[in-house]
């Protein structure tokens, strides 16, 4: 099976300007989770999805936001971008049964300028 | 406020001996704990994981600990291998599953030939 996949690998923004990254997971896995990380912050919870339905979400502000299509991937979006938001943000997905790991993807690697 | 902590940023240990990495938690809500194993430029890699149900999950090399009275974990690797020289995330979770994890800071242990 092909692992978690996300577009693009690496990303140059600058100020004010917004984004979407996007993932693509494992063949049969419903839920798609969205985490940051930064050398400050670590790695951080941001969202998940199941079934298109944002399920959870973490502590971040609206500007983060996402969404999830009826083949399971998904996209999120950081709108008004700030240096800040400098990080690797991964997704993970996770099979539909009980759930005992998550796995991640390679990252999108954001740099705001 | 920090719920899951590695207090250890870093860790050396000498090829073929044991290496232990911590972890304390302060979520009592907490019961499904991960250990997660992450190279530069990767997604972090599912290592081994613990229901709050057990004390000790064994898997090869891997071993975790869960001491729920003193709300800590550890895991041990035996014997260590140059290619173990990674950072080492302890997650956790409520409700049984890998799903929204919350992350420690990581541990970047490195096994010396």
């Known amino acids: 099976k092909a692992g978690v996949t996300q577009t693009p690998r690496y990303l140059i923004k600058t100020r004010g300007q917004q984004v979407t990254l996007s993932c693509s997971p494992i063949s049969g896995h419903r839920s798609v989770s969205w985490y940051q990380q930064t050398p400050g912050q670590g790695l951080q919870f941001l969202f998940e999805y199941f079934s298109e339905t944002q399920r959870n979400k973490g502590n971040f502000p609206g500007r983060f936001s996402g969404r999830q299509f009826s083949n399971s991937r998904s996209e999120m979006n950081v709108s008004t971008l700030e240096l800040g938001d400098s990080a690797l943000y991964l997704c993970a997905s996770s099979p539909p049964s009980q759930v005992n790991e998550q796995f991640f993807g390679p990252g999108t690697r954001l740099t705001v300028l | 406020d920090q719920q899951v902590k590695q207090n250890s940023p870093s860790l050396s240990v000498q090829e073929g001996r044991i290496s232990i990495l911590n972890c304390d938690y302060t979520n009592s809500m907490f019961d499904y704990f991960l250990w997660y194993k992450k190279y530069p430029a990767e997604g972090p890699t599912f290592l081994i994981s613990?229901?709050?149900?057990?004390d000790k999950n064994e898997d090869g090399r891997f071993t975790v600990f869960l001491n729920k009275s003193a709300k800590h974990l550890s895991l041990h690797i035996v014997p260590s291998q140059p290619g173990d020289s990674a950072v080492y995330f302890c997650a956790a979770n409520h409700g049984g599953s890998a799903r929204q994890l919350t992350f420690g800071s990581g541990t970047q242990l490195t096994v010396l030939p």
């Open positions: 613990i229901s709050s149900i057990k």
